[in-house]
């Protein structure tokens, strides 16, 4: 059994920007400067079928072997699936689990990329939407956190669709100056009483009739909060959200301007770059950027 030195895990890691940011922490880790020998990439996701033939693609991918990238061509990553339903909090910690089972000395990164975008706007897209790109993203972050050992990463893949600009100035004020999880989740549940009290309350309140959105700017602001915490506790883990960009993939029905692998290189910089100790900054194309406007 291969003895590895770094351990990576990936939310929805199946498809799309997470199979993208699986193929590249392959290719990136060994001119990295975490590489102190093997890594493993957890490939997580719901189904165990497509995630399995995720990893067979990529064990094909001719970028890796021509990289000599996993270890079947002598290269330093393996990949192995992991089941995992981020709208589950029973699977949640079953996953963390296993990987303290496994792996009792701590992991080293973890890039949260499971989320979801549903059509129309209603009681049950609202709720579905904040229970997994919100909620479920959140208990993933607060479960995995414990299991990063010193200098270790996590990454919230979050979106520019979550900036706060299109709110009423009282709301984006609040969104600015969250100090607790509390209080962004207080943020979210107004957020879902408005919408059950429909559009004029959403509007009467300062919000936008868009789940989706404040799912993501709910993200960015618990995110930069947990930041926040884990270094005023002394831990020394980088946290930080980011956004993709536009990225052609099945959620944005193949519209944008990025390819997968574009899309990756932010949440793959903020895993395995210098990014000079920065932590609870949201960023996009390889950059710190607002979360306002």
């Not at 929805?12 to 392959?26: C, E, M, S, T």
């Not at 429909?198 to 995110?223: F, P, R």
């Not at 883990?237 to 099945?250: A, E, F, I, M």
């Amino acid at each position: 059994m291969t003895n590895y030195s770094r351990i990576a895990a990936v939310t929805g890691g199946n498809k799309g920007v997470g199979l993208a940011i699986v193929r590249q922490l392959a290719l990136q880790y060994p001119s990295s400067q975490f590489n102190n020998g093997p890594l493993l990439i957890y490939l997580a996701a719901r189904d165990k079928s497509r995630g399995e033939a995720a990893i067979r693609t990529l064990l094909a991918d001719p970028t890796l072997k021509k990289a000599k990238a996993l270890s079947q061509d002598s290269g330093l990553a393996d990949i192995k699936y992991a089941e995992l339903d981020i709208a589950s909090n029973d699977s949640i910690d079953n996953f963390a689990a296993a990987l303290r089972k496994d792996h009792p000395d701590g992991i080293d990164f973890v890039i949260n990329n499971a989320g979801i975008a549903m059509n129309g706007f209603d009681d049950n897209v609202v709720k579905q939407t904040l229970d997994i790109n919100y909620y479920g993203t959140l208990h993933a972050t607060q479960t995995f956190l414990p299991l990063l050992r010193r200098n270790g990463r996590l990454v919230n893949l979050s979106s520019m669709a979550g900036k706060t600009g299109k709110y009423s100035p009282a709301l984006q004020d609040r969104f600015k100056h969250v100090k607790s999880v509390d209080e962004v989740n207080s943020l979210m549940t107004e957020f879902k009483s408005c919408a059950a009290n429909g559009i004029e309350s959403l509007q009467q309140h300062g919000w936008t009739a868009a789940a989706y959105s404040a799912s993501k700017a709910g993200l960015t602001a618990v995110t930069r909060v947990i930041a926040q915490q884990e270094v005023q506790a002394g831990r020394n883990v980088l946290v930080n959200s980011c956004c993709p960009g536009w990225v052609r993939t099945d959620m944005t029905k193949g519209q944008g301007h990025k390819t997968t692998d574009e899309g990756a290189q932010t949440p793959v910089l903020l895993a395995l770059g210098d990014i000079h100790g920065k932590f609870g900054l949201f960023w996009q194309d390889e950059q710190p950027i607002s979360e306002v406007k």
